[in-house]
């Protein structure tokens, strides 16, 4: 976590390609050095007893991935999925292990080149409300891209909920505030 | 006098072994040396190997052959140590020996006839043997210096250590390829496990010869590699062990007692220098390797040293060879009375028994030829077939594609469309398909598969060492060390059987005065077993020693408040006590076990390996650790069962039986919490809809059968739709998201490519205790009591619907 966020924070290396996407009506942006692949919404076995943005696991060629919902990761609102829906593969590390990781997007939009000059550091919320797992706000053309740091989207927040599973969350939805709580 | 000898060498023609053996192996060194690059060290190692093997062939000490080929291989030896003034000038001393060397086997000249090069000329024997290795001793010279420092970086010029003038003592490590550092670490490390394991051999037979070989050839490629690698501290240890060991080929001393010792320690001390270099090559820094040995090399100089006024050491006799005639007579090419008759008839006294036969046409030369190479294989031991080494990451790859194609193949094989359409001809290929998946995938399964030894040789070690350190007279007796097993199952077991024989050696076993006292023979017995059976491997560790006593577990584990007071327990329950965290019988707390951290850790590896573990105790007889497990990790054995819409896999390995539900078989208890009656003991009854929140699917068959499963102390009745059959599948781990996910064990992808959760059976009697007490308030269970939640309250509520169910009985489908 910390590697990636220095390395991000204090060079210029905030530049280069992102793959957007879109979650209800927000841009967002992941690293695409990232990104392992896109492949559309396919049968996903959910697993029993686990937080509901965690979809479930699914066979990538032989092996097996989790899956999960970044919309209820966020604490968006559930959608339905339409066939632009799909799963945007990531490798992201735990600990010191780099893993496999599916996440399901609303839709795909495109890959662009972002400058440094066009990112800039998120704002501070009121409220609490952690920005960590922003790595900055990428303004192209009148449009906000919100960029991702997916590997501390994916570990903050998980691993804390894994871990005392016992007593939260059953179908519960957690805000994006609660979620980085949990995780510090 | 000529015409027997003619007819001799005529025999020995025919014989074809061992002398036309001897020459082709001198033919090959002969090439081998006109090839040889003086700086091409695998060459030269492989030279000095092909000379000790035509040594082991001429099977002759006191041979002349025998000894310039010792002598050309000590010159090898020098030159891959670079000891030698000028490389080229030794080749051509050896080229000339090896002429000679020629002349006598090839062109069988007499030994007086040839000419040796004076130094590689065979010293006079009795020289030889008052002192052994005089060529060698320069080597050990410097090795008398107490600081050996390993060192990363530069060579800090130190004070050269006395009597060091010729090489400094640091190694350096910088600009070594690491990779060959490496790859010499993991192969002396075998070396260490091999000669260990000869080691142990001899134990039991002071007189196998071939084991010796192997123990000395062990030290010797360490010491050439060391030497070639630089590395001081582990060329010193091998070559004063070797020295040692040497003098044990010779038959000057006796591998056992103190010696076997001193090797054993030699052996211990050579893993600690090759972990510090592991490090080394990790962290850098300095690595103090004259402190790691500096003990063991003053024993073995003191015992060098003394060697002679040491009678107890002189070897015995060798009698344990087989003669030719038995092996003969045992493959039936002739009677014994045949033999009886041939020696009677020698025609001279000297004369061989494989001769006499083949002379009077008793029995065909090649047969004695036959004969001859396995009473070679005898005393040389086994023949090692061909090994290839694979990185074990290609290999789990190779074994995961090929789960993938089993799966694939099945996709295709079932397709509907594929079946509707499909002629004979294409039947007839896709089983062909499905034939040769079938076979590679057994393939593939194999190869992960390793014999158990590894595993047992350490507790050999151990079992050894500990009956020492606890003054106990144990017998070991192992068996089924060839079991193949899983290679990652190898590796785990280890931790688990060390408790237990430790357990087994310090706790059950007495000394042999008790034992007497007890009326039991002195000497006590350890069993260790691996056997498959049913597609699992069992391993038992058995003692005939105290046995546990029930008595004294229940008042501990009162005491240490992990059980109710009054409660009644089986005897199974009081042994699975004895696996809680915290308990330890031990009344002392010895430096071998007892510190109540053992029987559990035991409990949890077992369980990370999806096996079981039972106890079988008698006191004052014995007890006995029974675990088993599948065969491998990568695979599981598994019932294919439907929830809603959702599948899972049971592991068989935990399935007691399962049987079709009706309604009448269930009683409740509160009303809420149901029971099944299987064969009059009541079980707890949980539905896997209910535990894992599965919504339902349109689907006429919902609960209707059960599957009892069993995790060791509990036994429960699991609810589901419907079986759908054995399955055998590839486990896939979920990844580090769900690793608290304790009642889930992996995935296994199922034949139409989707995902079916695998079910862990700890996990889920777990869950199964937990779930239920958040929908109905339930009597406190404290974990012991979980065990049969039932138990307790059958007898108030259950009597009437209980002989319901015992009258009808239902239709059970066992399925183990």
Do not use: A, K
């Given at each position: 976590m910390e590697t990636s966020d220095t390395a991000v924070r204090e060079g210029d290396s905030r530049a280069g390609k992102y793959l957007t996407f879109r979650l209800a009506n927000e841009e967002y942006g992941l690293e695409i050095l990232k990104v392992r692949e896109i492949i559309g919404l396919m049968e996903i076995t959910g697993v029993p007893q686990t937080p509901s943005h965690i979809r479930g696991v699914i066979n990538l060629r032989g092996k097996v991935i989790p899956v999960l919902d970044l919309r209820l990761k966020f604490g968006m609102d559930a959608a339905e999925d339409t066939d632009q829906t799909c799963i945007v593969v990531v490798e992201v590390t735990f600990g010191d292990q780099s893993v496999m990781t599916g996440v399901v997007v609303d839709a795909v939009s495109e890959v662009l080149d972002i400058d440094d000059e066009q990112i800039e550091d998120a704002p501070t919320f009121g409220g609490g409300v952690e920005t960590d797992f922003i790595l900055g706000i990428g303004k192209i053309k009148n449009e906000v891209k919100i960029l991702l740091d997916i590997d501390k989207v994916l570990n903050t927040g998980d691993m804390a909920i894994l871990n005392d599973m016992g007593e939260s969350v059953e179908g519960k939805t957690m805000n994006v505030a609660e979620l980085e709580t949990a995780g510090v | 006098m000529n015409e027997l000898e003619k007819q001799i060498q005529e025999v020995a023609k025919n014989l074809q072994w061992p002398v036309s053996d001897l020459e082709s192996r001198v033919e090959h060194i002969a090439t081998d040396l006109v090839m040889v690059d003086t700086d091409d060290l695998p060459a030269l190692a492989n030279l000095h190997e092909n000379f000790l093997e035509l040594i082991k062939s001429i099977n002759d000490d006191t041979a002349v052959t025998s000894r310039v080929a010792a002598n050309c291989a000590d010159l090898v030896e020098k030159i891959v140590l670079s000891e030698v003034d000028s490389k080229a000038a030794a080749i051509e001393l050896l080229n000339s020996a090896v002429t000679g060397l020629q002349a006598i086997i090839r062109d069988r000249r007499q030994p007086s006839e040839v000419v040796f090069p004076e130094s590689l000329a065979p010293a006079d024997l009795e020289e030889e043997l008052n002192e052994p290795e005089v060529s060698q001793e320069t080597v050990s010279e410097p090795e008398k210096s107490p600081a050996v420092i390993l060192e990363k970086n530069k060579p800090v010029s130190k004070e050269p250590a006395p009597q060091t003038e010729a090489e400094p003592l640091i190694i350096n490590l910088d600009g070594s390829d690491t990779s060959l550092l490496a790859e010499f670490i993991t192969e002396a490390m075998e070396h260490c496990a091999t000669a260990e394991q000869m080691l142990m051999d001899m134990e039991t037979d002071p007189g196998n010869k071939s084991a010796i070989d192997a123990i000395f050839r062990s030290f010797h490629t360490i010491k050439g590699a060391a030497g070639f690698l630089e590395l001081k501290p582990i060329l010193v240890l091998a070559h004063e062990s070797e020295t040692l060991l040497d003098l044990a080929r010779k038959g000057t001393v006796a591998v056992k007692g103190k010696i076997a010792d001193i090797i054993f320690d030699s052996i211990d001390t050579m893993r600690t220098l090759l972990k510090g270099l592991e490090e080394l090559l990790k962290s850098g820094g300095t690595y103090d390797g004259g402190e790691v040995i500096g003990a063991i090399l003053g024993r073995l100089k003191d015992l060098l040293a003394n060697i002679d006024r040491i009678e107890d050491y002189l070897q015995e006799e060798d009698v344990s060879n087989e003669r030719l005639g038995d092996i003969l007579v045992k493959q039936g090419t002739v009677a014994e009375s045949d033999i009886e008759e041939a020696l009677a008839n020698k025609s001279r006294p000297e004369e061989k028994v494989g001769e006499t036969l083949v002379k009077q046409g008793r029995v065909p030369a090649k047969a004695v030829a036959q004969a001859l190479r396995e009473q070679q294989r005898a005393r040389h031991g086994n023949i090692v077939k061909e090994m290839v080494k694979i990185d074990t990451e290609r290999l789990d790859r190779l074994v995961d594609t090929i789960g993938e194609l089993v799966i694939a193949e099945s996709m295709v094989g079932q397709d509907e469309e594929i079946l509707a359409k499909a002629s004979t001809k294409i039947s007839k290929n896709i089983s062909h398909l499905n034939k040769i998946t079938r076979e590679l995938q057994e393939m593939g399964m194999a190869m992960r598969l390793v014999p158990v030894q590894s595993a047992f040789q350490k507790l050999a070690r151990a079992v050894r060492d500990l009956a020492r350190k606890s003054d106990k007279q144990v017998n070991l007796i192992l068996s089924g060390e060839d079991s193949e097993v899983d290679r990652s199952i190898v590796e785990n077991i280890g931790d688990p059987l060390m408790h237990m024989v430790r357990n087994s050696i310090d706790h059950g076993l007495e000394t042999a005065k008790d034992r007497l006292k007890a009326g039991k023979p002195e000497e006590g017995h350890l069993w260790i077993r691996a056997f498959h059976k049913g597609g699992n491997i069992y391993f038992e560790v058995e003692d005939d020693?105290?046995?546990?006593d029930t008595e004294k577990i229940v008042n501990k584990a009162r005491e240490r408040g992990l059980l109710p007071p009054n409660k009644e327990l089986s005897e199974k329950e009081i042994f699975s006590l004895i696996m809680l965290p915290g308990f330890s019988t031990a009344s002392q707390i010895t430096n071998i076990s007892g510190r109540g951290v053992g029987m559990d850790v035991v409990r949890k590896n077992i369980d990370a390996m999806r096996g079981h573990l039972e106890i079988e105790s008698e006191k004052g007889q014995g007890t006995k650790f029974s675990m088993k497990l599948p065969l491998t990790l990568a695979i599981i054995d598994g019932m294919l069962v439907s929830v809603g819409c959702e599948k899972f896999i049971i592991p068989t390995l935990s399935v007691v039986e399962s049987l079709q539900l009706t309604p009448d078989m269930i009683s409740t208890v509160n009303s809420r919490n149901e029971m099944i009656n299987i064969r009059g003991k009541m079980l707890p009854l949980n539905r896997v809809r209910d535990l894992f929140d599965i919504p339902s699917c349109d689907n006429e068959n919902s609960d209707s059968t059960v599957v009892i499963v069993d995790d060791m102390e509990n036994r429960i009745g699991l609810v589901v739709d419907k079986l759908l059959g054995q399955r055998q599948t590839v486990i896939k781990s979920l990844g580090r998201m769900f690793e608290k996910q304790k009642w889930i064990s992996g995935g296994a992808i199922l034949s139409d490519g989707n995902i079916g959760l695998i079910i862990d059976i700890n996990g889920i009697v777990e869950l199964a205790r937990t779930v239920p007490s958040r929908r109905v308030s339930r009597i406190d269970i404290s974990r012991m009591d979980g065990n049969n939640p039932a138990g307790n309250e059958t007898s108030a509520v259950s009597t009437a619907p209980e002989e319901g169910v015992g009258t009808e009985e239902p239709v059970v489908e066992v399925m183990i």
């Open positions: - | 020693g105290r046995g546990l």
